[in-house]
């Protein structure tokens, strides 16, 4: 039996930085695909039994029931010693990035995706505002790596796992990444971290596209 399972769909960056960390660990894991596209997630039973929020990812790990990528990402370090702090200060910056990635950078990459190559709900005034939030996030972003090979000077950290969680997407991204070539070279170096997988190669998905 797998250690730890894992809540997903392919589709999902937030599933894949979960999926992507245990992957680089070595852990034992599998993934138990959500319905999310079906309705799955907002289901009276996925709420009650699931989470309660109605979203993935979700770790399952003996008794425990996790839910949120930067909450699993933490928690796979403690369970790994892997790809975590070594210092205090370390600590606060990887905190930093994550928090930076959830209000500023996944959450606008994120949604503004789904609504443009999901839902195909074609150019329209939120996908405009969407767009200038994301292409300023990438400049950030681009920039700090002009001068790092990862978040936390040269080493991966979960602060890297939870950045690249929705850049591996391809033509599925309303932008392009190659404008933004530190950030492309970073992505690269990701990639040969031993264990790295495209999302779609750890996760099952919904053939909408």
Not at 75 to 99: A, C, H, N, T
Request: glycine share 8%.
């Amino acid at each position: 039996m797998t250690e730890y399972q894992l809540y997903c769909m392919g589709e999902s960056g937030n599933a894949y930085k979960a999926a992507l960390m245990l992957q680089f660990c070595g852990l034992s894991w599998k993934p138990i695909w959500v319905d999310f596209f079906g309705g799955e997630t907002r289901s009276a039973e996925f709420r009650t039994t699931i989470n309660e929020m109605g979203e993935v990812p979700v770790l399952v790990h003996g008794a425990k029931k996790l839910s949120q990528s930067g909450v699993i990402l933490d928690y796979l370090v403690e369970q790994s010693r892997k790809f975590g702090p070594k210092s205090e200060d370390e600590r606060r910056e990887i905190l930093r990035w994550m928090l930076f990635d959830n209000h500023k950078f996944t959450g606008y990459i994120a949604t503004l995706r789904f609504m443009i190559s999901l839902a195909k709900t074609g150019e329209t005034p939120i996908t405009e505002f969407l767009r200038g939030r994301v292409l300023n996030s990438l400049k950030i972003v681009d920039g700090h790596l002009a001068h790092h090979d990862f978040f936390i000077g040269k080493r991966m950290t979960i602060a890297d796992i939870s950045l690249c969680g929705y850049l591996y997407y391809g033509e599925e991204l309303p932008f392009a990444l190659a404008d933004y070539g530190h950030i492309e070279n970073w992505l690269d170096r990701i990639k040969h971290v031993p264990g790295w997988k495209h999302p779609y190669d750890l996760m099952p998905r919904q053939r909408l596209l």
